[in-house]
Protein backbone atom coordinates (compact mmCIF):
# COMPACT_ATOMS: atom_id res chain seq x y z
CA UNK A 1 0.00 0.00 0.00
CA UNK A 2 1.26 3.22 -1.46
CA UNK A 3 0.54 6.10 1.63
CA UNK A 4 1.02 9.73 1.76
CA UNK A 5 3.07 11.12 4.59
CA UNK A 6 2.68 14.92 5.14
CA UNK A 7 5.84 16.17 6.79
CA UNK A 8 5.22 18.68 9.79
CA UNK A 9 7.51 20.42 12.46
CA UNK A 10 7.43 18.92 15.76
CA UNK A 11 5.57 20.71 18.84
CA UNK A 12 5.97 20.80 22.55
CA UNK A 13 4.14 18.07 24.58
CA UNK A 14 0.38 18.67 25.08
CA UNK A 15 -0.12 21.18 22.32
CA UNK A 16 -2.42 20.44 19.40
CA UNK A 17 -2.18 21.69 16.09
CA UNK A 18 -4.93 21.07 13.59
CA UNK A 19 -3.65 20.25 10.28
CA UNK A 20 -6.33 20.17 6.98
CA UNK A 21 -6.30 16.82 5.35
CA UNK A 22 -6.98 16.24 2.14
CA UNK A 23 -10.68 14.83 2.93
CA UNK A 24 -11.07 15.20 6.23
CA UNK A 25 -9.69 17.59 9.17
CA UNK A 26 -7.52 15.66 11.89
CA UNK A 27 -6.65 17.29 14.90
CA UNK A 28 -3.26 15.65 15.78
CA UNK A 29 -1.75 15.81 19.60
CA UNK A 30 1.87 15.01 20.51
CA UNK A 31 2.01 12.53 23.01
CA UNK A 32 5.35 12.30 25.51
CA UNK A 33 6.46 9.80 22.78
CA UNK A 34 5.85 11.96 19.98
CA UNK A 35 3.02 10.08 18.26
CA UNK A 36 0.21 12.19 16.85
CA UNK A 37 -3.13 11.42 18.10
CA UNK A 38 -6.17 12.29 18.16
CA UNK A 39 -9.48 13.47 15.68
CA UNK A 40 -11.05 16.54 15.46
CA UNK A 41 -14.25 18.01 13.06
CA UNK A 42 -12.23 20.35 10.46
CA UNK A 43 -15.43 20.15 7.90
CA UNK A 44 -19.13 18.95 8.53
CA UNK A 45 -18.33 17.26 5.17
CA UNK A 46 -16.78 13.18 5.47
CA UNK A 47 -15.74 12.03 1.86
CA UNK A 48 -14.69 8.32 1.26
CA UNK A 49 -12.44 7.84 -1.18
CA UNK A 50 -12.55 5.56 -3.86
CA UNK A 51 -11.79 1.93 -4.53
CA UNK A 52 -8.81 1.52 -7.13
CA UNK A 53 -7.29 -1.51 -8.96
CA UNK A 54 -3.60 -1.61 -7.47
CA UNK A 55 -2.42 -3.87 -10.05
CA UNK A 56 -1.32 -1.40 -12.95
CA UNK A 57 -0.39 -5.20 -14.92
CA UNK A 58 -3.93 -6.49 -14.43
CA UNK A 59 -5.34 -6.61 -17.81
CA UNK A 60 -2.68 -7.44 -19.45
CA UNK A 61 -2.22 -10.27 -17.16
CA UNK A 62 -6.46 -11.20 -17.76
CA UNK A 63 -5.66 -11.19 -21.45
CA UNK A 64 -2.91 -14.04 -21.30
CA UNK A 65 -6.77 -16.15 -20.07
CA UNK A 66 -8.15 -15.39 -23.35
CA UNK A 67 -6.95 -18.33 -25.54
CA UNK A 68 -8.00 -20.77 -22.86
CA UNK A 69 -11.47 -19.59 -22.56
CA UNK A 70 -11.70 -19.73 -26.35
CA UNK A 71 -11.24 -22.93 -26.26
CA UNK A 72 -13.35 -23.33 -23.40
CA UNK A 73 -16.17 -21.96 -25.65
CA UNK A 74 -15.68 -23.88 -28.69
CA UNK A 75 -15.22 -26.85 -26.85
CA UNK A 76 -18.79 -26.28 -25.23
CA UNK A 77 -20.20 -25.58 -28.46
CA UNK A 78 -19.20 -28.70 -29.90
CA UNK A 79 -20.45 -30.75 -27.41
CA UNK A 80 -24.18 -29.52 -27.08
CA UNK A 81 -24.69 -29.36 -30.99
CA UNK A 82 -24.72 -25.74 -30.80
CA UNK A 83 -24.92 -24.11 -34.24
CA UNK A 84 -23.07 -21.29 -33.75
CA UNK A 85 -21.77 -19.32 -31.07
CA UNK A 86 -20.40 -16.00 -29.96
CA UNK A 87 -18.82 -14.97 -26.42
CA UNK A 88 -17.21 -11.83 -24.90
CA UNK A 89 -14.86 -10.54 -22.35
CA UNK A 90 -15.58 -7.41 -20.66
CA UNK A 91 -12.74 -5.55 -18.59
CA UNK A 92 -13.53 -1.98 -16.65
CA UNK A 93 -16.13 -1.05 -19.14
CA UNK A 94 -15.08 -1.81 -22.23
CA UNK A 95 -15.56 -5.49 -24.35
CA UNK A 96 -11.63 -6.39 -24.47
CA UNK A 97 -12.13 -9.85 -26.50
CA UNK A 98 -14.83 -11.51 -28.63
CA UNK A 99 -14.76 -14.78 -30.02
CA UNK A 100 -17.04 -17.03 -32.94
CA UNK A 101 -17.81 -20.42 -33.68
CA UNK A 102 -19.70 -22.38 -36.01
CA UNK A 103 -22.80 -20.87 -38.37
CA UNK A 104 -25.40 -18.24 -38.04
CA UNK A 105 -27.50 -19.99 -40.39
CA UNK A 106 -26.78 -23.96 -41.04
CA UNK A 107 -28.45 -24.14 -44.25
CA UNK A 108 -26.75 -22.06 -46.16
CA UNK A 109 -23.35 -22.37 -43.56
CA UNK A 110 -23.01 -18.71 -43.08
CA UNK A 111 -20.64 -18.43 -40.06
CA UNK A 112 -20.97 -16.38 -36.75
CA UNK A 113 -19.28 -12.95 -36.65
CA UNK A 114 -18.62 -10.67 -34.34
CA UNK A 115 -21.64 -8.32 -35.66
CA UNK A 116 -24.11 -11.71 -36.08
CA UNK A 117 -27.62 -10.57 -34.11
CA UNK A 118 -29.15 -12.83 -31.99
CA UNK A 119 -31.77 -13.02 -29.90
CA UNK A 120 -31.34 -12.62 -26.08
CA UNK A 121 -34.57 -13.57 -24.72
CA UNK A 122 -35.28 -13.02 -21.04
CA UNK A 123 -32.03 -10.69 -20.81
CA UNK A 124 -34.49 -8.18 -22.16
CA UNK A 125 -35.93 -7.78 -18.58
CA UNK A 126 -33.10 -5.88 -17.16
CA UNK A 127 -33.72 -3.36 -20.59
CA UNK A 128 -37.29 -2.74 -18.97
CA UNK A 129 -36.24 -2.26 -15.51
CA UNK A 130 -33.92 0.44 -16.75
CA UNK A 131 -37.00 1.80 -18.71
CA UNK A 132 -39.40 2.01 -15.32
CA UNK A 133 -36.41 3.40 -12.90
CA UNK A 134 -35.99 6.05 -15.63
CA UNK A 135 -39.75 7.10 -15.44
CA UNK A 136 -39.15 6.44 -11.84
CA UNK A 137 -35.76 8.88 -11.60
CA UNK A 138 -37.96 11.62 -14.03
CA UNK A 139 -41.15 11.53 -11.24
CA UNK A 140 -43.46 9.63 -13.63
CA UNK A 141 -44.36 6.95 -11.51
CA UNK A 142 -43.60 5.41 -8.11
CA UNK A 143 -41.80 1.75 -7.37
CA UNK A 144 -43.98 1.41 -4.30
CA UNK A 145 -47.52 2.66 -6.69
CA UNK A 146 -50.25 0.12 -7.35
CA UNK A 147 -49.63 -1.58 -10.83
CA UNK A 148 -53.37 -1.00 -11.21
CA UNK A 149 -52.40 2.89 -11.55
CA UNK A 150 -51.02 2.40 -14.72
CA UNK A 151 -52.80 -0.89 -15.82
CA UNK A 152 -56.23 -0.37 -15.59
CA UNK A 153 -57.34 -3.94 -16.05
CA UNK A 154 -55.05 -5.12 -13.20
CA UNK A 155 -58.32 -3.50 -10.68
CA UNK A 156 -60.59 -6.68 -11.75
CA UNK A 157 -57.11 -9.19 -10.28
CA UNK A 158 -58.88 -11.67 -7.69
CA UNK A 159 -56.47 -11.74 -5.58
CA UNK A 160 -55.59 -15.05 -3.24
CA UNK A 161 -56.51 -14.01 0.68
CA UNK A 162 -58.19 -10.97 1.65
CA UNK A 163 -55.32 -9.41 3.58
CA UNK A 164 -52.72 -9.66 0.45
CA UNK A 165 -51.31 -6.60 -0.80
CA UNK A 166 -52.17 -4.95 -4.10
CA UNK A 167 -49.49 -5.66 -6.26
CA UNK A 168 -46.99 -2.84 -6.83
CA UNK A 169 -44.42 -1.93 -9.66
CA UNK A 170 -41.65 -2.93 -6.94
CA UNK A 171 -43.08 -6.40 -7.10
CA UNK A 172 -42.85 -6.71 -10.43
CA UNK A 173 -39.53 -5.69 -10.90
CA UNK A 174 -38.59 -8.18 -8.12
CA UNK A 175 -40.34 -11.35 -9.41
CA UNK A 176 -42.83 -10.90 -5.98
CA UNK A 177 -45.75 -10.46 -7.30
CA UNK A 178 -46.82 -14.10 -6.80
CA UNK A 179 -47.77 -14.87 -10.39
CA UNK A 180 -46.78 -18.76 -10.86
CA UNK A 181 -43.43 -19.41 -12.48
CA UNK A 182 -44.14 -19.34 -16.12
CA UNK A 183 -41.61 -20.88 -18.06
CA UNK A 184 -42.06 -21.88 -21.04
CA UNK A 185 -45.27 -20.94 -21.16
CA UNK A 186 -44.20 -17.35 -21.57
CA UNK A 187 -41.70 -18.03 -23.99
CA UNK A 188 -44.45 -18.86 -26.70
CA UNK A 189 -46.43 -15.71 -25.59
CA UNK A 190 -43.84 -13.32 -27.12
CA UNK A 191 -45.91 -12.25 -29.80
CA UNK A 192 -49.13 -11.59 -28.78
CA UNK A 193 -51.28 -8.67 -29.42
CA UNK A 194 -52.16 -5.71 -27.07
CA UNK A 195 -55.71 -6.79 -27.30
CA UNK A 196 -54.59 -10.15 -26.01
CA UNK A 197 -52.40 -9.26 -23.37
CA UNK A 198 -55.70 -7.14 -21.74
CA UNK A 199 -57.95 -10.12 -22.40
CA UNK A 200 -55.34 -12.08 -20.56
CA UNK A 201 -55.28 -10.05 -17.42
CA UNK A 202 -59.04 -8.99 -17.48
CA UNK A 203 -59.57 -12.89 -17.48
CA UNK A 204 -57.77 -12.98 -14.23
CA UNK A 205 -54.56 -14.26 -12.64
CA UNK A 206 -53.99 -17.39 -10.42
CA UNK A 207 -51.46 -16.62 -7.77
CA UNK A 208 -48.69 -19.19 -6.56
CA UNK A 209 -48.20 -16.69 -3.47
CA UNK A 210 -50.05 -13.50 -1.77
CA UNK A 211 -48.25 -10.58 -3.02
CA UNK A 212 -44.84 -9.66 -1.73
CA UNK A 213 -43.42 -13.21 0.27
CA UNK A 214 -41.88 -15.29 -2.28
CA UNK A 215 -39.66 -15.33 -5.07
CA UNK A 216 -40.84 -16.64 -8.36
CA UNK A 217 -40.42 -15.90 -12.08
CA UNK A 218 -42.76 -14.19 -14.12
CA UNK A 219 -42.55 -13.23 -17.66
CA UNK A 220 -46.40 -12.53 -17.35
CA UNK A 221 -45.36 -9.62 -14.64
CA UNK A 222 -42.74 -8.22 -17.04
CA UNK A 223 -45.40 -7.98 -19.86
CA UNK A 224 -47.19 -6.01 -17.37
CA UNK A 225 -43.92 -4.04 -16.86
CA UNK A 226 -43.53 -3.23 -20.56
CA UNK A 227 -47.54 -2.16 -20.40
CA UNK A 228 -46.66 0.30 -17.97
CA UNK A 229 -43.86 1.97 -19.79
CA UNK A 230 -45.71 2.06 -22.64
CA UNK A 231 -49.18 3.71 -20.90
CA UNK A 232 -46.32 5.97 -19.07
CA UNK A 233 -44.22 7.32 -21.48
CA UNK A 234 -46.99 7.79 -23.79
CA UNK A 235 -50.77 8.17 -22.86
CA UNK A 236 -51.85 9.02 -26.28
CA UNK A 237 -53.34 5.95 -26.98
CA UNK A 238 -50.76 4.60 -29.57
CA UNK A 239 -50.30 1.22 -30.03
CA UNK A 240 -48.79 -0.39 -26.54
CA UNK A 241 -46.08 -2.36 -27.88
CA UNK A 242 -44.80 0.12 -30.40
CA UNK A 243 -44.83 2.85 -27.20
CA UNK A 244 -42.76 0.37 -25.22
CA UNK A 245 -40.45 -0.29 -28.29
CA UNK A 246 -39.65 3.41 -28.83
CA UNK A 247 -39.28 4.21 -24.95
CA UNK A 248 -36.42 1.32 -24.54
CA UNK A 249 -34.93 2.64 -28.26
CA UNK A 250 -34.98 6.37 -27.55
CA UNK A 251 -34.26 6.31 -24.07
CA UNK A 252 -32.01 3.17 -23.08
CA UNK A 253 -30.57 2.22 -26.37
CA UNK A 254 -29.22 5.39 -27.99
CA UNK A 255 -28.23 6.84 -25.34
CA UNK A 256 -25.45 3.97 -25.02
CA UNK A 257 -25.01 4.01 -29.17
CA UNK A 258 -26.57 0.18 -28.87
CA UNK A 259 -27.17 0.93 -32.66
CA UNK A 260 -27.34 -2.86 -34.14
CA UNK A 261 -30.25 -3.54 -31.17
CA UNK A 262 -33.16 -3.57 -31.71
CA UNK A 263 -36.86 -5.32 -30.73
CA UNK A 264 -38.23 -5.85 -34.39
CA UNK A 265 -36.81 -9.11 -35.73
CA UNK A 266 -37.29 -7.87 -39.09
CA UNK A 267 -34.81 -4.81 -38.35
CA UNK A 268 -32.27 -7.11 -38.86
CA UNK A 269 -30.60 -6.83 -41.72
CA UNK A 270 -30.90 -10.60 -43.22
CA UNK A 271 -27.22 -11.23 -43.27
CA UNK A 272 -26.57 -10.80 -39.86
CA UNK A 273 -29.15 -12.69 -38.04
CA UNK A 274 -28.65 -15.54 -36.59
CA UNK A 275 -31.58 -18.28 -36.92
CA UNK A 276 -32.60 -20.60 -34.04
CA UNK A 277 -32.46 -24.33 -33.89
CA UNK A 278 -33.08 -27.06 -31.75
CA UNK A 279 -31.19 -30.49 -31.76
CA UNK A 280 -33.87 -33.01 -32.71
CA UNK A 281 -32.97 -36.89 -34.45
CA UNK A 282 -29.43 -36.09 -34.80
CA UNK A 283 -29.79 -33.21 -36.46
CA UNK A 284 -30.63 -29.34 -36.29
CA UNK A 285 -34.27 -28.59 -36.82
CA UNK A 286 -35.09 -24.70 -37.52
CA UNK A 287 -37.07 -22.82 -35.17
CA UNK A 288 -39.48 -20.30 -36.44
CA UNK A 289 -38.22 -16.79 -35.33
CA UNK A 290 -41.60 -15.22 -33.15
CA UNK A 291 -42.31 -11.65 -33.61
CA UNK A 292 -41.85 -8.97 -31.26
CA UNK A 293 -45.48 -8.22 -29.40
CA UNK A 294 -47.05 -7.53 -26.39
CA UNK A 295 -44.64 -9.64 -24.19
CA UNK A 296 -41.41 -8.42 -25.91
CA UNK A 297 -40.33 -6.49 -22.61
CA UNK A 298 -40.05 -10.08 -20.91
CA UNK A 299 -38.05 -11.40 -23.63
CA UNK A 300 -37.71 -10.05 -27.18
CA UNK A 301 -34.43 -7.97 -27.97
CA UNK A 302 -31.90 -8.58 -29.97
CA UNK A 303 -28.39 -7.83 -30.06
CA UNK A 304 -24.50 -8.22 -30.76
CA UNK A 305 -21.62 -8.58 -29.09
CA UNK A 306 -20.22 -5.05 -29.51
CA UNK A 307 -23.74 -3.49 -28.10
CA UNK A 308 -23.86 -5.75 -24.94
CA UNK A 309 -20.56 -5.18 -24.31
CA UNK A 310 -21.68 -1.50 -24.20
CA UNK A 311 -24.72 -2.40 -22.11
CA UNK A 312 -22.65 -4.44 -19.42
CA UNK A 313 -20.13 -1.60 -19.50
CA UNK A 314 -22.81 0.66 -18.22
CA UNK A 315 -23.14 -1.09 -15.01
CA UNK A 316 -20.16 -1.97 -14.51
CA UNK A 317 -19.16 1.56 -14.68
CA UNK A 318 -21.76 2.37 -11.50
CA UNK A 319 -18.92 1.02 -9.53
CA UNK A 320 -17.92 2.74 -6.98
CA UNK A 321 -19.99 5.27 -5.50
CA UNK A 322 -17.71 9.07 -6.73
CA UNK A 323 -18.37 12.15 -7.72
CA UNK A 324 -18.23 13.53 -11.70
CA UNK A 325 -21.17 13.72 -14.17
CA UNK A 326 -23.29 10.90 -14.50
CA UNK A 327 -23.62 8.81 -17.70
CA UNK A 328 -26.47 6.97 -19.72
CA UNK A 329 -28.67 5.98 -19.41
CA UNK A 330 -29.98 6.35 -16.10
CA UNK A 331 -28.22 7.63 -13.09
CA UNK A 332 -25.45 5.67 -11.64
CA UNK A 333 -27.50 5.02 -8.62
CA UNK A 334 -29.97 3.90 -9.89
CA UNK A 335 -28.15 1.36 -12.18
CA UNK A 336 -26.42 -0.17 -9.11
CA UNK A 337 -30.03 -0.30 -6.97
CA UNK A 338 -30.72 -2.62 -10.23
CA UNK A 339 -28.04 -4.67 -8.98
CA UNK A 340 -28.88 -5.18 -5.22
CA UNK A 341 -31.34 -8.03 -3.67
CA UNK A 342 -34.71 -7.11 -3.82
CA UNK A 343 -36.43 -10.01 -3.10
CA UNK A 344 -34.49 -13.02 -2.16
CA UNK A 345 -34.16 -16.33 -3.36
CA UNK A 346 -33.37 -19.85 -1.80
CA UNK A 347 -30.11 -20.38 -1.74
CA UNK A 348 -28.27 -22.94 -4.49
CA UNK A 349 -26.04 -25.68 -4.49
CA UNK A 350 -24.16 -27.44 -7.47
CA UNK A 351 -21.32 -29.67 -7.65
CA UNK A 352 -18.46 -28.31 -9.61
CA UNK A 353 -14.91 -30.17 -10.47
CA UNK A 354 -13.13 -29.11 -7.82
CA UNK A 355 -15.94 -29.26 -4.85
CA UNK A 356 -19.39 -28.01 -3.49
CA UNK A 357 -20.38 -24.54 -4.54
CA UNK A 358 -22.65 -22.50 -2.56
CA UNK A 359 -24.92 -19.47 -3.95
CA UNK A 360 -27.05 -17.44 -1.97
CA UNK A 361 -28.87 -14.19 -3.25
CA UNK A 362 -32.39 -12.99 -5.17
CA UNK A 363 -33.56 -11.02 -7.85
CA UNK A 364 -32.87 -7.44 -8.37
CA UNK A 365 -34.56 -5.20 -11.09
CA UNK A 366 -34.35 -7.64 -14.14
CA UNK A 367 -31.01 -9.21 -12.94
CA UNK A 368 -30.16 -11.93 -10.81
CA UNK A 369 -27.67 -11.56 -7.90
CA UNK A 370 -25.92 -13.58 -5.88
CA UNK A 371 -22.18 -14.17 -3.79
CA UNK A 372 -20.33 -17.04 -3.34
CA UNK A 373 -17.24 -18.13 -1.41
CA UNK A 374 -14.97 -16.25 -4.52
CA UNK A 375 -17.18 -13.47 -5.19
CA UNK A 376 -19.11 -11.03 -3.05
CA UNK A 377 -21.50 -9.95 -5.85
CA UNK A 378 -22.40 -11.73 -9.00
CA UNK A 379 -25.09 -10.11 -11.31
CA UNK A 380 -26.20 -12.01 -13.83
CA UNK A 381 -29.38 -12.88 -16.39
CA UNK A 382 -29.88 -15.90 -18.54
CA UNK A 383 -32.21 -15.89 -21.65
CA UNK A 384 -33.94 -18.70 -23.18
CA UNK A 385 -36.24 -19.30 -26.49
CA UNK A 386 -37.27 -21.57 -28.65
CA UNK A 387 -34.27 -21.67 -31.20
CA UNK A 388 -31.33 -19.41 -28.61
CA UNK A 389 -29.69 -19.56 -24.79
CA UNK A 390 -27.96 -16.60 -23.57
CA UNK A 391 -25.92 -15.50 -20.55
CA UNK A 392 -24.41 -12.51 -19.29
CA UNK A 393 -22.68 -12.05 -15.91
CA UNK A 394 -19.86 -9.58 -14.55
CA UNK A 395 -18.48 -9.15 -11.25
CA UNK A 396 -18.49 -5.29 -10.01
CA UNK A 397 -15.90 -5.42 -7.34
CA UNK A 398 -13.53 -6.88 -10.21
CA UNK A 399 -14.67 -4.65 -13.11
CA UNK A 400 -15.16 -7.70 -15.29
CA UNK A 401 -17.92 -9.44 -17.41
CA UNK A 402 -18.86 -12.03 -19.86
CA UNK A 403 -21.56 -12.49 -22.03
CA UNK A 404 -22.14 -15.39 -24.78
CA UNK A 405 -24.95 -16.04 -27.09
CA UNK A 406 -25.65 -19.79 -28.89
CA UNK A 407 -28.39 -20.35 -31.62
CA UNK A 408 -29.44 -23.66 -29.91
CA UNK A 409 -32.82 -23.96 -28.22
CA UNK A 410 -31.93 -22.98 -23.68
CA UNK A 411 -27.89 -23.10 -24.65
CA UNK A 412 -26.66 -23.70 -21.55
CA UNK A 413 -23.68 -21.06 -20.20
CA UNK A 414 -22.88 -21.10 -16.85
CA UNK A 415 -20.87 -23.81 -16.52
CA UNK A 416 -18.95 -22.65 -18.95
CA UNK A 417 -17.97 -19.01 -17.62
CA UNK A 418 -17.73 -20.82 -14.23
CA UNK A 419 -14.23 -22.56 -15.81
CA UNK A 420 -14.00 -19.06 -17.55
CA UNK A 421 -13.37 -17.02 -14.53
CA UNK A 422 -11.53 -19.80 -12.96
CA UNK A 423 -9.20 -19.23 -15.91
CA UNK A 424 -9.09 -15.79 -15.60
CA UNK A 425 -8.28 -16.20 -11.52
CA UNK A 426 -5.14 -18.15 -12.72
CA UNK A 427 -3.70 -15.08 -14.42
CA UNK A 428 -3.32 -13.52 -11.00
CA UNK A 429 -4.94 -10.21 -12.96
CA UNK A 430 -8.76 -11.22 -11.40
CA UNK A 431 -8.62 -9.44 -8.09
CA UNK A 432 -11.11 -6.92 -6.65
CA UNK A 433 -10.83 -3.57 -6.36
CA UNK A 434 -8.75 -2.16 -2.70
CA UNK A 435 -11.04 -0.04 -0.29
CA UNK A 436 -8.91 2.59 0.44
CA UNK A 437 -9.04 4.19 4.16
CA UNK A 438 -10.13 7.24 4.59
CA UNK A 439 -8.13 9.60 6.44
CA UNK A 440 -9.92 9.49 9.78
CA UNK A 441 -9.23 5.52 9.58
CA UNK A 442 -5.84 6.10 9.20
CA UNK A 443 -5.42 8.32 12.15
CA UNK A 444 -7.51 5.86 14.36
CA UNK A 445 -5.00 2.99 13.28
CA UNK A 446 -2.16 5.13 14.23
CA UNK A 447 -3.54 6.22 17.29
CA UNK A 448 -4.64 2.31 18.02
CA UNK A 449 -1.19 0.63 17.39
CA UNK A 450 0.48 2.90 19.78
CA UNK A 451 -2.45 2.58 22.81
CA UNK A 452 -1.37 -1.36 21.87
CA UNK A 453 2.59 -0.68 22.23
CA UNK A 454 2.38 1.45 25.36
CA UNK A 455 -1.26 2.23 26.63
CA UNK A 456 -1.86 6.15 27.94
CA UNK A 457 -5.27 6.94 29.23
CA UNK A 458 -5.51 10.68 27.80
CA UNK A 459 -4.82 9.30 24.44
CA UNK A 460 -7.24 6.39 24.92
CA UNK A 461 -9.86 9.21 25.92
CA UNK A 462 -9.46 11.05 22.95
CA UNK A 463 -9.60 8.36 20.46
CA UNK A 464 -12.80 6.49 22.20
CA UNK A 465 -16.61 7.16 20.84
CA UNK A 466 -18.98 7.52 24.27
CA UNK A 467 -19.79 3.84 23.78
CA UNK A 468 -16.20 2.09 24.00
CA UNK A 469 -15.41 2.26 27.50
CA UNK A 470 -19.22 1.72 28.37
CA UNK A 471 -19.09 -1.55 26.95
CA UNK A 472 -15.77 -2.54 28.33
CA UNK A 473 -14.48 -0.77 30.59
CA UNK A 474 -10.84 1.55 30.25
CA UNK A 475 -9.22 -0.59 32.94
CA UNK A 476 -10.33 -3.86 31.47
CA UNK A 477 -9.47 -2.71 28.00
CA UNK A 478 -5.79 -1.70 29.30
CA UNK A 479 -5.40 -5.04 31.47
CA UNK A 480 -6.43 -7.26 28.78
CA UNK A 481 -3.83 -5.44 26.18
CA UNK A 482 -0.67 -5.96 29.18
CA UNK A 483 -2.04 -9.55 29.35
CA UNK A 484 -1.59 -10.24 25.25
CA UNK A 485 1.61 -8.11 25.50
CA UNK A 486 3.06 -10.46 28.71
CA UNK A 487 2.54 -13.47 25.76
CA UNK A 488 3.90 -12.02 22.83
CA UNK A 489 6.65 -9.61 23.85
CA UNK A 490 7.20 -6.02 22.63
CA UNK A 491 5.16 -5.35 19.45
CA UNK A 492 5.96 -2.52 16.91
CA UNK A 493 2.97 -0.60 15.09
CA UNK A 494 3.84 -0.96 12.00
CA UNK A 495 1.59 0.93 9.05
CA UNK A 496 -0.99 -0.09 6.58
CA UNK A 497 -3.77 -2.62 6.96
CA UNK A 498 -4.30 -6.37 6.02
CA UNK A 499 -8.14 -5.52 5.41
CA UNK A 500 -10.26 -2.59 4.81
CA UNK A 501 -13.43 -3.24 4.52
CA UNK A 502 -15.04 0.17 3.95
CA UNK A 503 -13.67 3.31 4.58
CA UNK A 504 -14.57 3.38 8.15
CA UNK A 505 -13.62 -0.17 9.09
CA UNK A 506 -10.09 -1.88 9.17
CA UNK A 507 -8.22 -4.14 10.59
CA UNK A 508 -4.06 -5.01 10.57
CA UNK A 509 -1.49 -7.03 12.16
CA UNK A 510 1.40 -6.34 14.42
CA UNK A 511 4.83 -7.80 14.64
CA UNK A 512 5.31 -8.56 18.04
CA UNK A 513 8.47 -10.56 19.83
CA UNK A 514 7.38 -13.90 19.84
CA UNK A 515 4.11 -13.76 17.94
CA UNK A 516 1.96 -11.36 16.18
CA UNK A 517 -1.50 -9.38 16.90
CA UNK A 518 -4.92 -9.15 15.26
CA UNK A 519 -6.47 -5.31 15.71
CA UNK A 520 -9.48 -4.55 14.14
CA UNK A 521 -11.41 -1.06 14.43
CA UNK A 522 -14.44 0.24 13.18
CA UNK A 523 -15.16 4.50 13.57
CA UNK A 524 -18.85 5.47 14.61
CA UNK A 525 -20.51 7.99 12.75
CA UNK A 526 -20.12 11.10 14.39
CA UNK A 527 -18.02 13.77 13.19
CA UNK A 528 -15.24 13.58 14.12
CA UNK A 529 -15.26 9.77 13.57
CA UNK A 530 -13.85 8.05 16.86
CA UNK A 531 -13.35 4.35 17.55
CA UNK A 532 -16.69 2.41 19.11
CA UNK A 533 -15.55 -1.25 18.02
CA UNK A 534 -11.79 -2.20 19.39
CA UNK A 535 -10.85 -5.94 19.36
CA UNK A 536 -7.10 -7.09 19.92
CA UNK A 537 -6.41 -10.69 19.91
CA UNK A 538 -3.56 -13.11 18.97
CA UNK A 539 -3.16 -13.52 15.17
CA UNK A 540 -3.76 -16.89 13.41
CA UNK A 541 -0.42 -18.10 12.30
CA UNK A 542 0.51 -17.56 8.46
CA UNK A 543 -1.77 -19.02 5.89
CA UNK A 544 -4.41 -20.17 7.69
CA UNK A 545 -7.89 -18.47 7.16
CA UNK A 546 -9.52 -16.26 9.39
CA UNK A 547 -12.62 -17.89 11.73
CA UNK A 548 -16.10 -17.50 9.28
CA UNK A 549 -14.32 -17.32 5.86
CA UNK A 550 -15.02 -19.50 2.96
CA UNK A 551 -12.71 -22.21 2.89
CA UNK A 552 -11.09 -22.48 0.01
CA UNK A 553 -10.78 -25.60 -2.55
Known sequence: MVRTVRTVPRVPKGVCRVVAASLVGLALCVTGEGTEIGLSAQSATFKAPVPRFPDPDRRAKLATAFPEIDRLFQDYAAAAHVPGAAWGIIVDGQLAHTGVAGYRDVPSKAPVTPDTVFRIASMTKSFTAIAILKLRDEGKLALDDPAEKYVPEMRALAYPTSDSPRITVRHLLSHAEGFPEDNPWGDQQLANTDARLSEQIRAGIPFSNAPGVAYEYSNFGFAILGRIVANVADPSGAPRTAAYTKYVRDHVLAPLGMTSTTLEPAQVPAGRLAHGYRWEDAQWKNEPLLANGSFGSMGGMLTTLSDL??????????????????????????????????????????????????????????????????????????????GFGTQMRWLPEYGIGLIAFGNLTYTSWPRTFDTALEALARTGGLQPRVTEPSPALTAARDAVAGLVVKWDDAVADRVAAQNLFLDQSQDRRRAAIATLRSQVGACTAGSGFDHVENALRGEWTMSCERGRLRVAITLAPTNPPTVQFLSVAPAPPPGRPAPGTCPQS
Request: charged share 15%.
Open 309 to 386: GKYVGAFLAAWQPRDGAEGAPIRRSSLREMQQVSRPAPAVVSTRANGVQLNSGGYGYGLRITQSCEFPTIVAHGGGLP
